[in-house]
């Protein structure tokens, strides 16, 4: 049952993307989306001696090619918003310390792209601000570390295991400036359905998924056919299998209009891609690198993006604890004026 | 120089703290504040199995309790917004999963709180939501885990060391209801002195609080003596002097309205206390059980709390990255109507 409350945020004046930037690592560029990111690594490393500080540059890549494409210095900022998977999110904090900009983390896991979006957006249709900056990164390497092993290791993983995408995105919104609106957020609840296989991120985000996605439809009283394409953040193909039936117990067949980013992102003929992509950085990078262009284009009109979050730790693991699944989504919408 | 652009949030219609909760562990009980906390426990594993479940169950303490004050069920609630010290947030997400409400994860280290404040504040000011929980929590035991050692080590600690608070606060916040306001809040931006030790977080936070507090003056045109209390988050006893020093170098001396609620939370004879209390819990403690105390009987007209944050992990020290701080500082102000 969807909640009768202010789960849905209507922008009145809804903020402007005027730049956004994509940095992504190697599989990433050599998916199916690749020609659609701005900068490319050909290895993971970017230069650097750790995978953390190789994440920290990729973020400060997208953060000054966003300044960049906006004609903008940090100085024009009023805020900036974002996260990332690391404990104490490292790659926000230290990556992004050069800019002198307020500072927001968050983090709901692999949906902090969409909570940092609609806080931007809140900031500044609530006047608080005139221009932000949002966004997120990830990294397969730090990512494993942080949840399952080292990727020295070498383990072995199920079908149903995910790759967390290399890369970082930043948007810049402000009140007016190009063609792309975000118009609304919706703000998810978390659902447990007792997985505690960090390798089962799919199944423990589904139903938060279907919730958020069901709530919004109710809150603004739309179809699925008013998309042009409502995409969740990375179940992957395993996930996506659960969230359509789901949905179809509660007689919803979105049909084509549903996808996922965590299924766009990668061929499955690509090295340990198994179930699909996932992390912070994979909403990000399929939102801000494709979808942005499909509304900038006109080929769409409105996208719904809802990100999906996988709540666990290395410690929650370890002490059996299930990991409960959150879902936050944005509308993104293309205006003529 | 503070930055000229919108830094200071002043709220149109100050939300109103309705009812707020604190769980305070042993050492935050017996101390010189004790008598303001709702829950007082007297073990810090508070009858669990693990270090980390006890938080979790702090958290769900101050959650079940705040809302029992108010009179609220979760389903009245249109959002929480909290945080705290493990990594990916864990006692925020596990502990508050009963709740089923809309929720936002925060992190900005010991500056969550007044991040989560300042968010709750502006969602209520925006008419994004007519009721909102915020808070944070931390606990001893599993933050030395998270940057320094398992407590189980039993490794010795210079003088300038902090004691990380366990408890948890949370407060309820809504348009009308009781007379303490939320009035504004101050985003902070990162500042970097170069410390790499994970036990000088005092020093590596007082830039960031000094220039958030001045900024905080100079957006609002306020002179010191305008706040009955100035207080920051958990510098401790070292890092409120060097906090002084930075702030006469700018020709500003605070007097007695200038304090730290790192010093307030214990006496300095307790065990392990060293220059102070720290940690997500300690600001929010303070604030909830004491200042809203101070405000709610009229002894106190208004109030500025600048919770200061260490932005650091175990890996990132690992790798020799230097500890920026950040200060994220709210007013909460008397209200007569």
């Given at each position: 049952?969807?909640?009768?409350?202010?789960?849905?945020?209507?922008?009145?004046?809804?903020?402007?993307?005027?730049?956004?930037?994509t940095?992504?690592?190697?599989?990433?560029?050599?998916?199916?989306?690749?020609?659609?990111?701005?900068?490319?690594?050909?290895?993971?490393r970017?230069?650097?001696?750790?995978?953390?500080?190789?994440?920290?540059?990729?973020?400060?890549?997208?953060?000054?090619?966003?300044?960049?494409?906006?004609?903008?210095?940090?100085?024009?900022?009023?805020?900036?918003?974002?996260?990332?998977l690391n404990?104490?999110?490292?790659?926000?904090?230290?990556?992004?310390?050069?800019?002198?900009?307020?500072?927001?983390g968050?983090?709901?896991?692999?949906?902090?792209?969409?909570?940092?979006?609609?806080?931007?957006?809140?900031a500044?249709d609530?006047?608080?601000?005139?221009r932000?900056?949002a966004?997120t990164?990830?990294?397969?390497?730090?990512a494993?570390?942080?949840?399952?092993?080292?990727?020295?290791?070498?383990?072995?993983?199920?079908?149903?295991?995910?790759?967390?995408?290399?890369?970082?995105?930043?948007?810049?919104?402000?009140?007016?400036?190009?063609?792309?609106?975000?118009?609304?957020?919706?703000?998810?609840?978390?659902?447990?359905?007792?997985?505690?296989?960090?390798?089962?991120?799919?199944?423990?985000?589904?139903?938060?998924?279907?919730?958020?996605i069901?709530?919004?439809?109710?809150?603004?009283?739309?179809?699925?056919?008013?998309y042009?394409?409502?995409?969740?953040?990375?179940?992957?193909?395993?996930?996506?299998?659960?969230?359509?039936?789901?949905l179809a117990?509660?007689?919803?067949?979105?049909?084509?209009?549903?996808?996922?980013?965590?299924m766009?992102?990668?061929?499955?003929?690509?090295?340990?891609?198994?179930?699909?992509?996932?992390?912070?950085?994979?909403?990000?990078?399929?939102?801000?690198?494709?979808?942005?262009?499909?509304?900038?284009?006109?080929?769409?009109?409105?996208?719904?993006?809802?990100?999906?979050?996988?709540?666990?730790?290395?410690?929650?693991?370890?002490?059996?604890?299930?990991?409960?699944?959150?879902?936050?989504?944005?509308?993104?919408e293309?205006?003529?004026?």
């Amino acid at each position: 049952m969807p909640r009768t409350g202010k789960q849905t945020w209507t922008f009145s004046s809804p903020p402007r993307l005027v730049a956004v930037a994509t940095v992504a690592g190697r599989n990433e560029s050599e998916g199916p989306l690749g020609q659609h990111f701005d900068i490319r690594h050909d290895d993971d490393r970017a230069g650097f001696d750790t995978w953390e500080h190789a994440e920290q540059a990729l973020f400060d890549q997208a953060a000054n090619l966003v300044l960049k494409k906006a004609g903008l210095k940090p100085e024009d900022v009023d805020l900036m918003v974002g996260g990332d998977l690391n404990a104490q999110l490292t790659a926000f904090y230290l990556g992004l310390r050069p800019y002198n900009i307020p500072a927001l983390g968050v983090y709901s896991a692999c949906a902090s792209f969409t909570e940092a979006m609609a806080l931007a957006g809140l900031a500044l249709d609530a006047g608080m601000a005139d221009r932000v900056m949002a966004g997120t990164s990830s990294h397969y390497s730090t990512a494993e570390r942080q949840f399952r092993f080292p990727t020295e290791y070498g383990v072995q993983k199920p079908p149903t295991a995910q790759r967390t995408a290399t890369g970082a995105g930043m948007a810049l919104l402000a009140k007016t400036g190009g063609q792309v609106a975000l118009t609304e957020a919706t703000i998810g609840q978390m659902f447990d359905f007792g997985v505690q296989n960090p390798w089962e991120m799919g199944a423990a985000m589904a139903p938060a998924a279907a919730a958020t996605i069901r709530q919004h439809l109710a809150d603004t009283g739309r179809r699925v056919i008013e998309y042009d394409c409502i995409a969740t953040g990375d179940l992957g193909h395993v996930g996506h299998r659960i969230l359509r039936h789901l949905l179809a117990k509660d007689g919803l067949d979105p049909g084509d209009v549903l996808t996922d980013c965590g299924m766009l992102l990668y061929r499955q003929d690509q090295p340990e891609v198994f179930s699909g992509g996932s992390g912070g950085a994979c909403s990000t990078l399929v939102t801000l690198g494709y979808f942005v262009s499909q509304l900038e284009t006109g080929r769409w009109r409105r996208v719904l993006v809802a990100a999906t979050g996988a709540l666990l730790s290395a410690v929650s693991t370890q002490q059996k604890d299930s990991v409960p699944g959150i879902a936050h989504a944005i509308v993104l919408e293309r205006k003529d004026g």
